[in-house]
Each structure stands twice: as structure tokens, then as C-alpha cells.
């Protein structure tokens, strides 16, 4: 089955700095990619998604990147604000096979300090 | 629109006592995802349900859990004779399809003392 690593496990940047967070994942099959970010005592909500049809996705400060070759992707975020301060999770699945179930890597702690 | 919903958002319970956890999905999804998030680690797939139907239950951790889906809408996830393991975060999500974004409710905390 699918697997999804996911590093570093956590991260400090400056405010202002860029944060980047990598992923890897095993099944080729995979073609959808989701970045989910969760605040403390909160439930994780999308960010931005990517699909197996394009290389790299942008939303104003967030920006993803794949490589399906090499199997990983990753999540860059520009000048980071203390509010970017959560814990983001990476996922893979097959979208449009018969679950599309997520299989998440275990989460990024990023810490944005002012 | 109303988001996902579940309750109770906090159940604690003894050890070997039933538990049932509901999840009320976006009206109109008719995908529905159960995970679990135990302290600190990421999110486990649980069960997928499309309408009322479960076509892979191998991601239940055992055969104390079940889940099922009325009316192509409200799950419950069950859990019995819990066991102290079995303490998370159960997220539900839901989708429009499985090809769509996954929303996720708020979680209920389990503790079983």
C-alpha cells in the first residue's frame, strides 16, 4: 500500500523567512496530493492541493511543487507570518479509485518566530 | 453552509465499556471518511464510506470497531470494549465524491481511563 514520508518533523524560521516541507510517497498510482494545516485543538484544513497533471501550484504566499519521477512533493511558503504557526500534514491518494482514502505523513510542527 | 459536525467532541469512558461516535457529513457528500489521530502522529485511515455502502473495511484496527452510514448521510463509529489504545482524536471527513476535496469535522477526543 501507499506510503508517505514526511520531513522535517519540525521546523523554526524567522517571520519573513521562507519554510519549505518535503514529502515522499511509494505508489506511483498516486495522483492526488493535499497539504492540510492544523492549529492546536483544531481540525486540519486544506491549504492548497496539487494533482499528477501539473508540476506546481500557487496561492498567494503557498506554493506546491511534484516530481512524479522521483516520487515526492513539497510545500513552500514565503515570507511566513507568526500566524503560519501549525502543524502540516502532507497526503497522497488515488483520486477516483475505489476509496480515494488519504494516507497522510505524520506532520510538520512549524514554529514562525517574530 | 454547515460544515462537517461530530459529537460528542469529548468522551471519556472506562476501560471495556461500548462507545459510539457520530459524524454528520456536508449535505450532498456522498463520501465519507473515518481517521484516527492518536498524540502527536499523523492521521490513520480508519473506514470509507460511499452512500451507505463500506467497500474496504481493512483499515479497522480490529474487529471491536465497526462503522456504519443510514441515508447516505449520518455515520456512527463504534468501539467496543474500548481499550486504553484506543485513545485519539477520531476525525470524520467528507467529500462530494472520493475524486474531491476531503472536509473534516472537528474531531471527538476518546479517552478511556
Known amino acids: 500500500g501507499e506510503n508517505v514520508e514526511q520531513h522535517p518533523s519540525t521546523l523554526s524560521v524567522q517571520e519573513g523567512d521562507s519554510a519549505v516541507i518535503k514529502c515522499t510517497y511509494s505508489d506511483s498510482a498516486s495522483n492526488y496530493f493535499p497539504w492540510y494545516k492544523q492549529e492546536l485543538g483544531k481540525r486540519p484544513q486544506l491549504i492548497i492541493d496539487?494533482?499528477?497533471?501539473?508540476g506546481e501550484k500557487k496561492d498567494q504566499r503557498i506554493a506546491v511543487t511534484l516530481n512524479k519521477t522521483a516520487k515526492h512533493f513539497s510545500l513552500h511558503i514565503t515570507e511566513t507570518q507568526p500566524e503560519d504557526s501549525a502543524v502540516y500534514f502532507c497526503a497522497a491518494s488515488i483520486s477516483g479509485g475505489s476509496q480515494g482514502n488519504l494516507i497522510f505523513g505524520k506532520g510538520t510542527k512549524l514554529s514562525v518566530k517574530p | 453552509g454547515a460544515g462537517v459536525s461530530q459529537s460528542p467532541s469529548n468522551k471519556v469512558t472506562e476501560k471495556g465499556k461500548d462507545v459510539e461516535l457520530r459524524c454528520d457529513p456536508i449535505?450532498?457528500?456522498?463520501?465519507l471518511y473515518w481517521y484516527r489521530q492518536s498524540l502527536g502522529q499523523g492521521l490513520e485511515f480508519l473506514i470509507y464510506f460511499q452512500g451507505n455502502s463500506a467497500p474496504d473495511k481493512s483499515g479497522l484496527p480490529s474487529d471491536r470497531f465497526s462503522a456504519e452510514r443510514t441515508g447516505g448521510s449520518v455515520s456512527t463509529l463504534t468501539i467496543q470494549r474500548t481499550q486504553q489504545e484506543d485513545s485519539a482524536v477520531y476525525l470524520c471527513a467528507s467529500s462530494l465524491s472520493s475524486l474531491d476535496t476531503q472536509y473534516f469535522g472537528p474531531g471527538t477526543r476518546l479517552t478511556v481511563l
Open positions: 449535505s450532498g457528500h456522498t463520501a
Open positions: 496539487i494533482r499528477s497533471n501539473v
